[in-house]
């Protein structure tokens, strides 16, 4: 199932839960947007509609990194004298080389390190552990730890440490409703799907 599909599919349960607790306009807002992401929030491990809208692009970054580099190679080569010449160059060179390497799962991994920052400097524990998530997400392969059982109880508690956060009942259920609902709409049982979801990883890594 496509991103759009699993978008939608958390905004409705968003949609459902808001007129279940009788919410106001604003309220009903909240509940369809936490929705909409926690219902994105298991392929954030992929270069999907997610991860493209909490990251900058890293051709950017890729441009920006190689003209630092380059500037940092002409300036040694003019200004640097003796070993200290010869080490900015090589410093250079090698941002060069790095900023090859640079992909969307790096940013990603930025940008959770960010959100890991600002969580700690603000002393908002549900933004140190989606920061965290984001992390880890970034690195583990897709459909594997973001679509098991476990990240379904992390991503809880996120939503837990939120709706304590901002004070607004129901908020963790929304989240949860709709994590899960991406997972069972990745499973195996339904016909649109070559492959499931290893829900019991690290205990076992069949596909249901």
């Not at 909240?30 to 990251?55: E, Q, S, W």
């Not at 609902?181 to 205990?203: C, E, Q, T």
Request: aromatic share 10%; with cysteine.
């Amino acid at each position: 199932m496509n991103g759009t599909a699993h978008m939608l599919i958390g905004a409705g349960v968003g949609f459902v839960a808001a007129n279940s607790y009788q919410t106001d306009p604003t309220g009903t807002l909240l509940f369809v947007g936490v929705g909409a992401v926690a219902g994105l929030m298991p392929d954030i491990d992929i270069d999907g509609k997610l991860t493209n809208r909490i990251t900058f692009s890293h051709k950017m970054i890729q441009y920006i990194a190689q003209l630092i580099g380059f500037m940092m190679m002409i300036y040694s080569y003019i200004e640097g004298s003796g070993k200290e010449k010869w080490v900015g160059i090589g410093v250079g060179i090698g941002i060069l080389f790095i900023s090859t390497k640079i992909t969307q799962r790096r940013m990603l991994t930025v940008t959770g390190a960010g959100v890991l920052i600002g969580g700690i400097s603000m002393q908002e524990h549900w933004l140190i552990l989606l920061g965290i998530f984001i992390i880890i997400a970034s690195f583990v392969p897709h459909r594997s730890y973001t679509h098991s059982l476990l990240g379904l109880v992390v991503f809880g508690c996120i939503g837990h440490l939120f709706e304590q956060s901002i004070g607004i009942e129901g908020v963790y259920k929304v989240a949860v409703a709709a994590y899960a609902s991406h997972l069972i709409a990745d499973m195996k049982f339904l016909p649109f799907n070559r492959k499931g979801v290893k829900l019991f990883l690290p205990l076992s890594s069949k596909e249901i």
